[in-house]
C-alpha cells in the first residue's frame, strides 16, 4: 500500500470534515492508497494543538509556508478562508504538492486562473472541495441526467437559503465570521452558497452561458472583530439570478442568509421533457423522481430513498435502508481523488472546473452591478 502524507492548513469547520474523511476512509473503501495525518497549520497554535490530539495528526505547524517546505509532506489540503487559497495553491503547486482546495477556487477568476496555471505548469494533481456532487442522492442525478432519463432539459431551479445573520449585531470578521468580510470572503452568499449550487448546475446541466442577477446588503455596517471598529459590509448579504445555459434551458439560482427558519437549505428541481428530478439538502439521503413515461394509473413522485447497494458509494457503507449524511461527502471526495491517483485518471472538480463556476459567480456580481444581462467567461483550453 502506497502512503500519502498529508498537511491539512486550518482547523475550523473544514478542517474538521476533512479530518474526519481521513479518519474514516480506509476502514470503508479499499485503496491503493493510504493517508496518513502528518502535519496540522494554524496560526492559532493553542487550536491547532488541541486539533492535533483530537484527530491523531503527528505534529503541528504554525506557517503553512514551513509546512510546505517540509520534504515528508505530499498532499496539501487548503481548509483556511478564500484570500488565503490562491497564495497557498500557488507555493503547493511549485513545490511539487497534490492540493485539494476548500472551494470557492479563489477570490475571483483572476486569481482562479493563475492557480489553475500553476497546477497545470507543476503536473500536480488538485482537486476543489465542492463536496456535494459526492452525496450520493446527488451522484444518482447525474447518472440518470447523463443515461439521458429526462431527455432535453428546460429548467433548473436552485436555491441555498440560510438566517444566521440577521441581526445586526453580529460581528464580522475572525473566525467564521471572516464570511461577512468582503477583504477574506471575496463575497457573501455569491461565493459561499451559490458557488455550490453552481458547481451542482455545471456538472449537471453544462456550461452556462449568461446571467442577470441582484445583490442585497441588507446590513450595511457592523463591527469588525479584528479592528474593533464599525466598517462598511462589502458582501452581498442576498443574490438572486437568472441563466440560459448553453444546452438551451433557463435557470433561476438565489441565496440568502436573511430566510428566517431555513439553517441550510440547499434544494435543486430539474425538469426535462420525460421527467424531473428534485432533491434537498435537508433529506439529502432522498432523490425526488417523477418519470411521464410511467403508466398513467402509477405515475407519480417517487422518493427514492438511495440506500441500495447499487446506488452510487451505497455498497461501501452499511445495509440496504440505513442511510449516509453529510460527512460522507467528505470520504467520498478523498476515496475519488486517490482512486483517481492510483488509476492515473483526473477527477473532478479539477481546479479548471471550479475556474468555471468562479467566472460564473464573476458574472453574477459583474451584472448585479451593471444591472445588465452579463457573458460568463468561458475557459480556454490553454489557460
Ligand atoms: N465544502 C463546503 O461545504 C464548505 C463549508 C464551509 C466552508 N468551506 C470553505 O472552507 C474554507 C474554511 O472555512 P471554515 O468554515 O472551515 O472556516 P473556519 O473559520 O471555521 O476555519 C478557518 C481556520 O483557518 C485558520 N486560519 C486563518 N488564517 C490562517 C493562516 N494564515 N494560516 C493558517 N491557518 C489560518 C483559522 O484559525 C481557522 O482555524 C473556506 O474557504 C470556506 O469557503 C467549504
Given at each position: 500500500m502506497k502512503t500519502i502524507n498529508v498537511g491539512l492548513i486550518g482547523c475550523g469547520f473544514m478542517g474538521r470534515t476533512h479530518s474526519n474523511a481521513h479518519r474514516r476512509l480506509g476502514n470503508f473503501f479499499k485503496l491503493e492508497h493510504q493517508t496518513v495525518l502528518k502535519a496540522i497549520c494554524d496560526f492559532n497554535e493553542e487550536k491547532a494543538k488541541a486539533f492535533a490530539l483530537t484527530w491523531g495528526f503527528e505534529s503541528v505547524e504554525t506557517d503553512w509556508r514551513k509546512l510546505i517546505a517540509r520534504?515528508?509532506?505530499d498532499l496539501i489540503e487548503i481548509a483556511a478562508p478564500n484570500n488565503l487559497h490562491a497564495e497557498i495553491a500557488v507555493a503547493a503547486a511549485k513545490a511539487g504538492k497534490m492540493i485539494i482546495c476548500e472551494k470557492?477556487?479563489?477570490?475571483?477568476g483572476k486569481q482562479g486562473l493563475a492557480m489553475v496555471k500553476a497546477v497545470e505548469k507543476a503536473g500536480v494533481p488538485n482537486l476543489v472541495?465542492?463536496?456535494?456532487?459526492?452525496i450520493p442522492a446527488v451522484t444518482l442525478a447525474k447518472n440518470l441526467i447523463d443515461e439521458g432519463r429526462?431527455?432535453?432539459?428546460f429548467h433548473y431551479r436552485a436555491k441555498f437559503l440560510q438566517d444566521w445573520t440577521i441581526s445586526k449585531d453580529l460581528p464580522q470578521g475572525?473566525?467564521?465570521?471572516?464570511?461577512?468580510d468582503a477583504k477574506v470572503?471575496?463575497?457573501?452568499?455569491?461565493?459561499?452558497?451559490l458557488a455550490h449550487c453552481i458547481d451542482t448546475a455545471l456538472w449537471l446541466n453544462g456550461d452556462m452561458d449568461r446571467v442577470n442577477a441582484m445583490t442585497e446588503t441588507f446590513i450595511k455596517e457592523r463591527k469588525h472583530n479584528l479592528t474593533g471598529k464599525i466598517e462598511k459590509v462589502g458582501i452581498d448579504d442576498a443574490c438572486a439570478f437568472l441563466a440560459r445555459f448553453a444546452n438551451g434551458s433557463l435557470a433561476t439560482f438565489e441565496s440568502t442568509r436573511y430566510a428566517r427558519g431555513h439553517k441550510a437549505l440547499y434544494t435543486f428541481e430539474i425538469n426535462g421533457e420525460h421527467a424531473s428530478i428534485a432533491w434537498d439538502l435537508h433529506d439529502l439521503h432522498r432523490l425526488q423522481y417523477f418519470d411521464h413515461r410511467d403508466p398513467g394509473i402509477l405515475r407519480g413522485w417517487r422518493s427514492i430513498h438511495v440506500t441500495d447497494g447499487d446506488h452510487p458509494y451505497m455498497g461501501k457503507w452499511w445495509v440496504p435502508g440505513l442511510q449516509v449524511g453529510y460527512e460522507h461527502s467528505f470520504v467520498h471526495q478523498l476515496a475519488d481523488f486517490l482512486e483517481g491517483l492510483a488509476n492515473n485518471k483526473t477527477t473532478g472538480p479539477t481546479f479548471r472546473d471550479a475556474l468555471a463556476t468562479q467566472y460564473v459567480c464573476d458574472a453574477v456580481l459583474k451584472s448585479a452591478r451593471t444591472g445588465r444581462w452579463e457573458k460568463v467567461s468561458k475557459i480556454r483550453q490553454s489557460s
Open positions: 520534504e515528508d509532506i470557492p477556487l479563489a477570490m475571483d472541495s465542492y463536496n456535494y456532487r459526492r429526462l431527455g432535453r432539459i475572525g473566525d467564521a465570521l471572516w464570511r461577512l470572503a471575496g463575497s457573501g452568499v455569491t461565493g459561499d452558497l
